[in-house]
């Protein structure tokens, strides 16, 4: 699996000029540098391949000229490089040096989330092979357009007073196993609807949550109005790309997967596409990270660790009392996640300041989860 991150570190930076990027035709061009730059055919497929994920949607991009992009170049590997900004996950993509990846097919997971990603990058590589980013972004050019996922939230937060909820759909979860065996995602999207939800969450994760990208569009065709979350663990544009031809309105960017370059391209992929992107934060550190990067509108702060599946609610709490005050003043939506089943939880994270909640588990284990709604609130909510 080649990431943002593998494919730049690949390239030149001659390869990103003004010159190249203003091009319209700039792949035999980049292919005639970087092959007579480094002699090998090898790299220039790299090169090309780069040219079809990154340069596509950002032709006029003058981050490739930065520092950071030299300092690639040098040699520093992927952990090496996320390492430096506190991510612990490892990425285990085919190493360019053996210093590179993990090292060895034997190698071993350290938590869930890593788990999820290495099995993730493998999805990916077999996706991309059936389907290319070509592909992907052809398709979503005739997708119905993307709706206002922020708009929604911040209109069902002043309709009702209390945080917008962002419904889930979810089967399962690694920690919890199956969480409902009659599992319709139509008639749980509709009866959310019905009962007040302002956004759903649909995940599309199959090997650990047993989602689909089908189930994503299955929704979407269904005639609901809620705007749609792909739940997703991104790791590539592809991803990005993938989820708005099936219909998503927004998507999940994770902090503790995904190194800053990475987050910012993701973001400006979005915008161009007209997504909203929800960056999940778990601590201080990817919280820092995230208020540093320019055009993150929506933050959400999960109470769960990724690596354990622990849950703590002060999470919230903790964060916004630390960095509240530099996120009211850039603007950004909060949403709380994780943990919440009852009035109380929803009081808690409203008064350390989330303007919207995503609840999934406590819903989707009650008979009527669109019902579960008013119990969740302790209310009937307005539509």
């Not at 592809?238 to 998507?251: E, F, L, T, V």
């Not at 994270?349 to 989330?354: D, H, K, M, S």
């Not at 919207?356 to 009527?368: F, P, R, T, Y």
Request: proline letters at 4%; charged letters at 25%.
């Amino acid at each position: 699996m080649e990431s943002l991150l593998a494919v730049s570190s690949s390239l030149p930076a001659a390869a990103f000029s003004p010159a190249l990027l203003s091009t319209p035709s700039s792949s035999s061009h980049i292919l005639r540098t970087v092959t007579g730059a480094a002699g090998t055919a090898a790299r220039a497929v790299r090169c090309a391949a780069a040219k079809d994920s990154i340069l596509y949607a950002l032709e006029h991009d003058e981050m490739f000229n930065s520092a950071e992009v030299i300092q690639w170049e040098s040699g520093k590997s992927i952990n090496s490089i996320a390492a430096a900004q506190g991510i612990r996950i490892r990425r285990r993509c085919r190493p360019r040096y053996p210093s590179e990846g993990t090292g060895a097919d034997k190698a071993v997971p350290r938590n869930i989330l890593e788990q999820i990603i290495w099995d993730k990058e493998v999805e990916v590589s077999q996706r991309k092979a059936k389907k290319t980013l070509h592909n992907v972004i052809e398709s979503s050019q005739h997708a119905p357009p993307a709706r206002d996922f922020i708009g929604a939230l911040t209109a069902a937060h002043g309709r009702n007073g209390v945080p917008a909820l962002i419904a889930e759909v979810k089967k399962a979860s690694p920690s919890r196993g199956v969480l409902r065996e009659d599992f319709n995602p139509v008639e749980i999207v509709h009866a959310y609807e019905k009962n007040g939800a302002a956004c759903l969450s649909i995940l599309t994760d199959e090997k650990h949550f047993q989602g689909s990208f089908e189930n994503l569009e299955t929704v979407r065709n269904s005639g609901v109005e809620c705007p749609l979350l792909c739940k997703e663990f991104v790791i590539d544009i592809w991803q990005i790309y993938y989820a708005r031809s099936k219909g998503a309105d927004a998507i999940l960017l994770i902090a503790a997967v995904l190194p800053d370059l990475d987050i910012k391209y993701m973001l400006r992929i979005c915008k161009n596409l007209g997504m909203t992107a929800l960056i999940e934060v778990h601590d201080e550190r990817e919280l820092d990270r995230v208020l540093k990067i320019d055009g993150v509108q929506l933050i959400g702060i999960n109470n769960r660790s990724l690596e354990t599946f622990k849950v703590d609610t002060s999470n919230t709490k903790i964060l916004l009392q630390k960095r509240g005050d530099t996120i009211k003043e850039k603007g950004i939506l909060v949403v709380g996640e994780s943990g919440l089943f009852m009035p109380d939880d929803v009081a808690y994270v409203q008064n350390a300041g989330v303007s919207a909640i995503l609840v999934g588990e406590s819903l989707m284990k009650q008979e009527d989860p669109g019902k579960a709604i008013a119990g969740l609130y302790g209310k009937e909510l307005l539509c």
